[in-house]
């Protein structure tokens, strides 16, 4: 498949179903463009396909998913990579911030760590040099105490805290895409509002292409500059911000 000439992620034609026993066909024919430094709202109700059609381009989805069509980022089909080279995308050129990170964080595993581990498996930087970076990455989230933080465990930290140290851990590679799946779900108003405003000014830094997951409708107000409507499997409505809140043209929408 030709990609779509400046889309830094085209997804073309992606169907996704689950050979469980159910045949439940999760996406089907989805086709979508992301643009260098868009930030780009994927929205739909529970069930809708949100997820899975992102996980199929990460290629993290079970083995009982049979997945057809392709993804090409910057030109290359990601469907046809090894699984080694599709790990050198993940983290390092493609982030991903799953629904309820905060709460997956490794128990064992020091705050510090975790924050730097992407930088030893992607950048070959040593254990002392990539937690010596991670201080200074978590510096920018405003956490506080920077240092003992980074030297504690997750259990420590409000839930708030642990949703910015997994955006840090997202994007300490510098990634050229950021997926976020929910982040701010089960967050209060002040909390939420804190991580927007976070994304916002990475997005302006690391001039970030942003792909966020939602069903709230005034994160999508706050956050995005296009928007595209999941239903049923499928993508019924794709539009600036403002055409989506104001001149909606699908029934669902």
């Known amino acids: 498949m030709i990609p779509v000439e400046n889309a830094i992620l085209d997804i073309q034609n992606v169907s996704v179903r689950f050979a469980n026993g159910s045949a439940v066909q999760a996406v089907e024919q989805v086709s979508l463009s992301v643009f260098p430094s868009d930030k780009l709202c994927i ?69 510090g760590f975790q924050v730097g581990e992407p930088l030893i498996a992607h950048r070959g930087m040593n254990k002392k040099r990539a937690i010596a970076r991670a ?53 209060d108003v002040t909390i939420q509002a804190q991580v927007l405003n976070l994304l916002k000014e990475l997005k302006a830094k690391y001039n970030l292409t942003i792909i966020f997951i939602t069903h709230d409708l005034g994160v999508v107000a706050n956050i995005a500059e296009r928007v595209a ?10 539009g600036l911000v403002n055409e989506i809140f104001y001149d909606p043209h699908h029934p669902y929408t």
């Open 135 to 187: 201080v200074e990455l978590m510096r920018r989230f405003h956490l506080g105490r920077e240092e003992e933080l980074a030297r504690q465990y997750p259990y420590t930290l409000s839930g708030g805290m642990r949703q910015r140290i997994v955006i840090a851990i997202a994007i300490a590679c510098r990634p050229k895409i950021l997926i976020c799946d929910e982040p701010t779900t089960a967050l």
């Open 229 to 238: 409507v999941m239903y049923a499997g499928d993508i019924v409505e794709l």
């Open 43 to 111: 929205i739909g109700e529970t069930g809708s396909g949100k997820s899975i059609l992102l996980l199929s381009v990460l290629r993290l989805l079970p083995a009982s998913a049979v997945v057809s069509g392709d993804v090409c980022f910057h030109g290359q089909s990601l469907f046809a990579l090894s699984p080694k080279q599709m790990d050198g995308v993940r983290g390092g050129q493609i982030s991903y911030v799953p629904q309820g990170s905060g709460n997956g964080m490794n128990p064992l595993l020091s705050v």
